[in-house]
């Protein structure tokens, strides 16, 4: 059983920096694409980042050169360090893997397994 579980999340002021970690389990984690993507209250859950199984990353628009998204496939781990926060990155983050398909995109409804929201808020 495909087993997502996401931590590090928290309260930061604008500006500053938090690292997202997600452990994987149940799966050949480097055979997956897995992706990071939030969900601001009153809103839909968005994509922010994605990795394929090659390295490649995609991210949103609207966290470009702030945010990063990485994994290590020796320890079963996805992070997303992200950097420079503002008000507007408040909200769910989740972590997320897609089994099977040559792609890996940047879209909700692509995934497969979820793992349970890690709160991210920052104040201005």
């Known amino acids: 059983q495909v087993q997502l579980v996401p931590s590090g999340g928290g309260s930061v002021q604008a500006g500053g920096s938090l690292r997202l970690s997600c452990g994987a389990s149940g799966y050949i984690f480097n055979r997956y694409c897995v992706g990071w993507f939030r969900q601001a209250p009153g809103k839909a859950r968005e994509a922010v980042a994605v990795v394929d199984s090659a390295g490649s990353t995609r991210y949103a628009d609207s966290v470009k050169g702030r945010f990063t998204i990485s994994r290590d496939n020796a320890k079963n781990i996805l992070y997303l360090q992200v950097d420079s926060l503002k008000p507007e990155d408040t909200g769910a983050y989740y972590c997320?893997?897609?089994?099977?398909?040559?792609?890996?995109?940047?879209?909700?409804?692509?995934?497969?397994?979820w793992g349970q929201g890690t709160q991210v808020i920052v104040s201005s």
């Open positions: 997320a893997a897609r089994r099977g398909g040559p792609l890996c995109v940047p879209v909700v409804g692509y995934f497969n397994y």
